[in-house]
C-alpha cells in the first residue's frame, strides 16, 4: 500500500474547520500525521490547495442489488458509484433476490466488496425471513457474519409483537434496527403523495399518516424496550414533530433523510416523469422545509441517499406500474451543498455530522467519520465552489434514474480515499 501526503489540507470535522493548512500523512490504512509541514521522499503526493478535506462520507443507506438484480446494479458498480460520490462506506439493504437473511449471502457480498476494494460495504440483514413480516431471521447469526444492522427495508415490519421481538433480540445481539415507516394498509397501492396534485393527477395517493403512525408506535417500543430504533428516509413534518419530542425525552431513537425529500416536492410528478417516483413519496413545500428545519436543529441525525438504481426500461413504463426509487450516490454531497450549505441551512462542519460524523456513531463504526490521527484514512477532498452538470452518460453507476440530469449543482468531488488507497480521483 502507497504512503499518501496530502497537502495543504483544510480540514472540516464535525466541530469546525481548521484556520490553516496541514498535512496528513496516510499509512498503513490509518492517518498516521497531522501537522502543519510533513516531508517525506517515499509519499505519493496529493495537493489540496484550494480544497477542503473531509472525513470519508458514510451512507447508512443504499440498495447495491446483489444478489439477484444485477441488471440494475452491482457490488461493482455501486461502489464506483460511491466513490465518484466520495463515500468511503455503505450500508447495503436487504430487500435483494434472494432477501439477505442469513449468514451465507452476507458472507457473500462481503467477499464481493473486499474483491471490488473500493469502498466499504456493510451489508444490512433482514429483520423477518424473505421479508415476509411472519417469522424473525437468526438476528444473532446474522450480527457474527457482520450485519451491523438490520432492516426489512422496502417493508415495514408493521407486526407490533414482531417488532418487539425484533427490538429485544437487536439489542441483545448489538445491532440496530432501521426502519421503513409504512403502514401497508394505508398507503395500499399509494404512488405518490395523497393531497391536491394526486387528486388532480387521479392517482393513487399515499397519505402521511401511513409513515407517522409506524413513526409513532415505534417511538414508543423503543421507550418502553429502551431499545434502538433508526428511522429511514423521513418525509413527514409531522414524522419530525414526533422525533423531535422523542428525543427531548430521552428516548433511543435516530433519524435519517434523503436528498430528493429536501429538496422535491410533489408539484413535479405532474409531469408524469417515472424519476419522481420514490418511497416514500415526494411530499408538499411544507415538509421540504420541515426537513429542513429538522436537519438545522439536530433532530434528523444523518443524510442518507437511499441510492435505488433501476433499469431504464422498468422506469419507462407507466407512473403507476414503475418501480419506486432513484439513484443518488454521486449527487448526495453536491445536493447538500447547493441546498443547504450555499442557503445557510447548514454550515461545512454541520454537512460532516450529517454525512460522516453521525453516520459512523449510528452505525457503530468507531474508527470513522473524523480527520484524527490514529483512525482510518476515509478521506474525501471537495472543492466546494466548483459547479458541475449532472450528465446521464456520466453516471458511474449502471442505472441513470436521476430527475437532476440536466441540473447545475456546487461542490465537486476531486478525491476519495478509502483505507488509504485512492479509490477515485476526477
Not at 207 to 231: G, N, Q
Amino acid at each position: 500500500m502507497k504512503i499518501l501526503l496530502i497537502k495543504n489540507a483544510i480540514i472540516v470535522n464535525s466541530k469546525d474547520i481548521a484556520s490553516k493548512p496541514q498535512d496528513i500523512l496516510l499509512e498503513n490504512g490509518r492517518i498516521a500525521k497531522i501537522a502543519p509541514s510533513i516531508s517525506t521522499k517515499e509519499a505519493e503526493i496529493i495537493d489540496a490547495k484550494g480544497k477542503l478535506v473531509l472525513p470519508g462520507l458514510i451512507d447508512l443507506h443504499v440498495h447495491l442489488r446483489t444478489p439477484g438484480q444485477e441488471h440494475k446494479e452491482t457490488v461493482e458498480t455501486g461502489s464506483r458509484a460511491a466513490a465518484k460520490g466520495g463515500f468511503t462506506s455503505v450500508f447495503c439493504m436487504p430487500n435483494t433476490n434472494p432477501v439477505i437473511d442469513n449468514a451465507s449471502i452476507v458472507e457473500s457480498i462481503k467477499k464481493e466488496a473486499q474483491c471490488v476494494g473500493l469502498v466499504n460495504v456493510y451489508p444490512v440483514g433482514a429483520v423477518t425471513k424473505g421479508q415476509k413480516c411472519e417469522e424473525l431471521t437468526d438476528i444473532w447469526e446474522l450480527a457474527q457474519a457482520g450485519c451491523p444492522a438490520i432492516s426489512d427495508d422496502g417493508k415495514a415490519v408493521h407486526n407490533s409483537q414482531l417488532m418487539r421481538l425484533a427490538l429485544e433480540y437487536s439489542k441483545m445481539a448489538g445491532v440496530f434496527i432501521i426502519q421503513h415507516c409504512e403502514d401497508p394498509c394505508l398507503s395500499h397501492r399509494g404512488v405518490m403523495n395523497e393531497g391536491l396534485v394526486s387528486t388532480t393527477l387521479g392517482l393513487k395517493g399515499w397519505p402521511e399518516v401511513a409513515e407517522t403512525i409506524i413513526v409513532a408506535r415505534d417511538i414508543e417500543l423503543a421507550r418502553y424496550l429502551k431499545a434502538r430504533v433508526h428511522f429511514a428516509h423521513m418525509s413527514c413534518g409531522r414524522s419530525i414533530e414526533l422525533i423531535r419530542m422523542a428525543k427531548a425525552k430521552g428516548i433511543p431513537v435516530t433519524a435519517e433523510v434523503c436528498p430528493h425529500h429536501f429538496t422535491l416536492t410533489d408539484d413535479l410528478v405532474r409531469s408524469f416523469d417515472t424519476n419522481y417516483k420514490v418511497n416514500p413519496p415526494l411530499r408538499t413545500a411544507a415538509d421540504v422545509a420541515a426537513m429542513k428545519e429538522g436537519l438545522a436543529d439536530g433532530t434528523i441525525d444523518c443524510i442518507t441517499t437511499d441510492h435505488a438504481p433501476h433499469a431504464q426500461e422498468e422506469k419507462e413504463l407507466e407512473f403507476d406500474h414503475a418501480p419506486f426509487g432513484m439513484i443518488g450516490l454521486e449527487t448526495s454531497l453536491a445536493l447538500t451543498i447547493t441546498e443547504l450549505v450555499e442557503k445557510k441551512v447548514l454550515t461545512f462542519p454541520q454537512l460532516v455530522e450529517k454525512m460522516s460524523t453521525a453516520p459512523a456513531r449510528v452505525g457503530g463504526l468507531a474508527n470513522k467519520g473524523e480527520i484524527r490521527e490514529g483512525l482510518d484514512a476515509d478521506i474525501t477532498i471537495i472543492d466546494p465552489k466548483k459547479e458541475w452538470v449532472v450528465r446521464k452518460e456520466e453516471f458511474a453507476s449502471k442505472s441513470h434514474n436521476s430527475p437532476f440530469v440536466g441540473r447545475t449543482l456546487k461542490g465537486f468531488v476531486e478525491t476519495t480515499i478509502c483505507g488509504g488507497k485512492i479509490t477515485y480521483q476526477a
